[in-house]
Nanobody
Framework: QERLVESGGGSVQPGGSLRLSCAVS????????MAWFRQAPGKEREFVAA???????QYADSVKGRFTISRSNPHFTMTLQMNSLKPEDTAVYYC????????????????WGQGTQVTVSS
């Protein structure tokens, strides 16, 4: 059965960088779009970035120019490089997958990791 496992979270000062990874097991997700979502305490889960099976990238406006999504070929891992981090980026970050194309709606993703905490604070 397909599983997603995140790693790479932690604490960093504003302006710093972190790199999150999402490891795929039980399948390659080669025909799946893969995405990152985040959820801060008391807030709804929100879209961060996605990369479709045809390599189409999509980003939330709040992270454009700071975050970069990538995935390996043949699709065993996905990463999120986060630069110029801000306190408002603090959240639990989740990787997710759905068949074929990107979506900004978390309800449309079928597979989820367990989440990894990112804290940006001075």
């Amino acid at each position: 059965q397909e599983r997603l496992v995140e790693s790479g979270g932690g604490s960093v000062q504003p302006g710093g960088s972190l790199r999150l990874s999402c490891a795929v097991s039980g399948g390659t997700f080669s025909r799946y779009a893969m995405a990152w979502f985040r959820q801060a305490p008391g807030k709804e889960r929100e879209f961060v970035a996605a990369l479709s099976s045809t390599w189409k990238e999509q980003y939330a406006d709040s992270v454009k120019g700071r975050f970069t999504i990538s995935r390996s070929n043949p699709h065993f891992t996905m990463t999120l490089q986060m630069n110029s981090l801000k306190p408002e980026d603090t959240a639990v970050y989740y990787c997710a997958a759905r068949y074929h194309d990107n979506s900004v709606l978390w309800q449309e993703y079928d597979y989820w990791g367990q989440g990894t905490q990112v804290t940006v604070s001075s």
